[in-house]
């Protein structure tokens, strides 16, 4: 089975920071792609954030400049800096992860559970 975990959502003021790590782990292979999105109440999830095994990365337009995407491919981690936050950017936040198993022939995606970022004085 495979498990990710995210970690370090929280209530922060405007302008503040945050960082956002989600960890898979289980009968792990290989690990494509890895990302986050977000779902605000009232709203549809939303992609933020995405990274490749390569490194390249994909931003939404509302977080480019603020928001940061990286991974430690050793520890199947991915972290989401958040920087300058806003109250818009209060949300469930969901890590994904493109991911082989052991004996699979193909990737799937697996989510987090989600983690609760709130931007708010």
């Known amino acids: 089975q495979v498990q990710l975990v995210e970690s370090g959502g929280d209530l922060v003021q405007p302008g503040g920071s945050l960082r956002l790590s989600c960890a898979a782990s289980g009968s792990i292979f290989s690990i494509n792609g890895m990302g986050w999105h977000r779902q605000a109440p009232g709203k549809q999830r939303e992609l933020v954030a995405a990274i490749t095994d390569g490194a390249g990365t994909n931003f939404a337009d509302s977080v480019k400049g603020r928001f940061t995407i990286s991974r430690d491919n050793a520890k199947n981690t991915v972290y989401l800096q958040m920087n300058s936050l806003k109250p818009e950017d209060t949300a469930v936040y969901y890590c994904?992860?493109?991911?082989?198993?052991?004996?699979?022939?193909?990737?799937?995606?697996?989510w987090g559970q989600g983690t609760r970022v709130t931007v708010s004085s």
């Open positions: 994904n992860a493109d991911i082989k198993q052991y004996y699979s022939g193909a990737y799937y995606r697996y």
